[in-house]
Structures are given as structure tokens and as C-alpha cells.
């Protein structure tokens, strides 16, 4: 069974950056688009950026300008750069895989932002 695997989550002082990483476990998995969602406590999981297999790219509002999404094909990897990270960030941050068949969640990774 594939397994979504993230990491790069932290704690980090507002104003600071921190990089996530996602990844399938397996080979062979051909992942169409890919996002990272969020869950603040007490909140509802949101979108904060997606990527499709051609790099066509969608942000959330509330960090346009701030996150870059981004993936390398031949690692099947996205990434999430996030700059100048404000305490409203704080939350567990989930990895989305979509492939043809299925689609597959991470554990999540916390990020915590310091005021």
C-alpha cells in the first residue's frame, strides 16, 4: 500500500521560513496533482496550494505571495516553501496526492509560528 510521506514541519519565530517535502513511498505511482491542505485547531482543513502534473499553481488568499508550491517530476516530490510566516500559519499541515485512481492523504506535519 503506498503511503503519503511529508516532513519539514517545525517550530519557527513569525518572519521566519520553513520548507515542506511530500512524497509517495512507492515507485511507479504517476501523481497528477498535488496540494498541501491545513488544519488550524478548532478550524476546519483548508486549501493553501495546489499543483497540477503541467505546473499550473493555486493558492489560498491568505498566503499568495508568501508560499510557492512547487514538485520535481522525477522525484515525485512537492514542495511547499513558506516565507514570512505569521502565528495565523500555525497548524498541522496535510500532504494531498492525486493520481488516477485515488487519492491519498499524509499524516500531517505540524508547523508552529511564534509571535
Known amino acids: 500500500q503506498v503511503r503519503v510521506v511529508e516532513s519539514g514541519g517545525g517550530l519557527v519565530q513569525a518572519g521566519g521560513s520553513l520548507r515542506l517535502s511530500c512524497a509517495p513511498s512507492?515507485?511507479?505511482?504517476?501523481?497528477?496533482?498535488m496540494g498541501w491542505y491545513r488544519q488550524a485547531s478548532g478550524k476546519q482543513r483548508e486549501l493553501v496550494a495546489v499543483?497540477?502534473?503541467?505546473?499550473?499553481?493555486n493558492y489560498a488568499d491568505s498566503v499568495k505571495g508568501r508560499f510557492t508550491i512547487s514538485r520535481d517530476n522525477a522525484k515525485n516530490t512537492v514542495y511547499l516553501q513558506m516565507n514570512s510566516l505569521k502565528p495565523e500559519d500555525t497548524a498541522v499541515y496535510y500532504c494531498?496526492?492525486?493520481?488516477?485512481?485515488?487519492?491519498?492523504w499524509g499524516q500531517g506535519t505540524q508547523v508552529t509560528v511564534s509571535s
Open positions: 512507492g515507485s511507479g505511482v504517476s501523481i497528477r496533482t
Open positions: 499543483i497540477t502534473s503541467g505546473g499550473s499553481t
Open positions: 494531498n496526492l492525486a493520481s488516477l485512481f485515488q487519492t491519498m
